[in-house]
């Protein structure tokens, strides 16, 4: 209750979207925050991927751009501008 | 719900046994390769998969949707362990996209292969054979098993190979179109040349699509939309195994030359006057 509202926050793009988050979130704390799984997801942080094993180091600043991806159903070509894509 | 069993095209005793399908360091015994886009859910698709008794899924790296209540990874529904999951880059346009998308795929963890496809026409979703290349030139460099979605050129084909392409995918047919086979010459002429297995990619639309390409005597087919798209996709998905191994075997089998004249299969001398 102490903490409620009294955080700072910056703000970040994350799948082409921006989104305020909490200051000092890490990789692994960003997909926490957003109640992913961090096994099932790979991250790229202004366009470098991010390795697993340092989901726990990576510290985002304000203005980074973040896709997170995972496997979906697929077989061939898919619509261009399917809004899922990056 | 019955699990198929995954075996090879069974020749029955006296036959031509047929050999394992070796696929850069795995080998696998069903010939036939799937998709997982396009079913209606997730149950159809997971029972449609098991009855085609394919080993190796085809899956396409996409955004999280964060604004769905929970994780929605294909990962929950097919097993790794199950299944050896092959990341694709469907729908890139360009090689510089397509290496991304590939990264993307292997930085999940599970191996570093890559079935590579890069479209060039947006009507027809026909290859770009040239940014083909060079992704796929990028990538060996760079340590994948590149699998090459291509159409029915030789001379690409071949280009491919030189390139370290554990496999060449040339289509039957535009992806999606359902008309199956239309250019056998080409297929196994591709088929003579190479040494790396060859995959027909894309085209097929039913079992006689499905047998008719393995009777050129290609290693196997890849196919998504004949099964997702088909009214009862769990019957598809048995008629295109079945499909597959009959034609496998016609082909390990060796066919009657065809001619256009009639020939009597009954003795012609004998005949009452």
């Not at chain 2, 890069?118 to 699998?147: N, Q, Y």
């Not at chain 2, 003579?192 to 196997?220: F, K, Y």
Request: aromatic fraction near 4%; charged fraction near 25%.
């Amino acid at each position: 209750m102490s903490d409620e509202g009294g955080g700072e926050e910056i703000p970040l793009t994350v799948n082409g979207k921006d989104r305020a988050v909490p200051a000092g979130l890490t990789v692994r704390g960003l997909l926490e925050h957003l109640e992913l799984v961090p096994e099932l997801v790979v991250v790229e942080h202004n366009r470098e991927i991010v390795d697993r094993s340092r989901y726990s180091e990576v510290t985002l600043e304000a203005g980074d751009r973040l896709e997170l991806v995972h496997f979906v159903g697929g077989g061939k070509a898919a619509e261009r501008d399917l809004e899922n894509r990056l | 719900m019955t699990i198929e069993s995954k075996d090879l095209a069974d020749a029955g005793p006296g036959g031509v046994q047929d050999e394992p399908f070796l696929l850069g360091d795995r080998e696998f015994q069903s010939r036939l390769i799937v998709g997982t886009g396009k079913y209606r859910d997730n149950e159809t698709m997971v029972r449609a998969i098991r009855a085609s008794g394919s080993e190796m899924v085809t899956v396409a790296v996409r955004r999280v949707e964060l604004d769905r209540s929970k994780e929605e990874s294909i990962l929950h529904q097919l097993s790794p362990e199950e299944f050896f999951i092959l990341p694709n880059t469907a729908g890139c346009y360009t090689a510089e996209e397509a290496v991304r998308y590939a990264r993307l795929g292997r930085a999940a963890g599970l191996n570093e292969w890559v079935k590579l496809e890069v479209i060039g026409d947006e009507s027809t979703l026909l290859p770009d054979v040239h940014a083909t290349l060079e992704a796929a030139r990028i990538l060996v460099d760079e340590g994948f098993k590149v699998m090459a979605y291509t159409n029915e050129d030789l001379v690409t084909a071949l280009r491919l190979e030189d390139a370290g392409c554990i496999s060449v995918m040339p289509l039957a047919s535009p992806i999606g179109s359902g008309l199956g086979l239309v250019n056998p010459y080409y297929i196994r002429e591709i088929k003579s040349r190479l040494e790396v297995p060859v995959i027909v990619d894309a085209g097929v639309g039913t079992a006689s699509d499905a047998c008719a390409t393995m009777e050129q005597g290609v290693d196997g087919v890849l196919m998504n939309t004949a099964i997702a798209a088909a009214d009862h996709p769990t019957t598809m998905a048995r008629a295109m195994k079945l499909g597959i191994q009959a034609g496998r075997l016609a082909y390990l089998a060796g066919r009657m030359p065809s001619r256009e004249i009639a020939v009597p299969s009954s003795p012609t001398h004998g005949m009452l006057d």
